[in-house]
């Protein structure tokens, strides 16, 4: 489900507050993809997931510069899921 333009003033407001900072390279200025990412939740058996009949979602924050992504829990930043 791609983000609102409402959840986008959400992120962009937690990003100022949060101020977070690249572990890989330093720098402070991250984006938000477009969109919710979701990770299947279940347990890990062998090469995949048994009963994996739900997904979390993430909103994805990208560094400008090296490209290394955070996942934030939506509800976090005030989105609802």
């Not at 489900?1 to 100022?16: A, C, G, L, T, V």
């Not at 979390?56 to 976090?76: D, E, N, Q, W």
Request: glycine letters at 8%; one cysteine or more; aromatic letters at 8%.
């Amino acid at each position: 489900m791609p983000f609102s333009e409402q959840d986008y003033e959400k992120i962009r407001s937690w990003m100022n507050e949060q101020n977070p900072t690249c572990p890989v390279c330093g720098e402070g200025q991250f984006d938000p993809l477009t969109d919710f990412l979701s990770l299947p939740a279940g347990r890990a058996v062998g090469v995949g997931l048994k009963n994996c009949q739900t997904a979390l979602p993430f909103v994805p924050l990208s560094c400008i510069k090296c490209g290394y992504l955070v996942l934030v829990t939506p509800l976090k930043i005030g989105i609802p899921v």
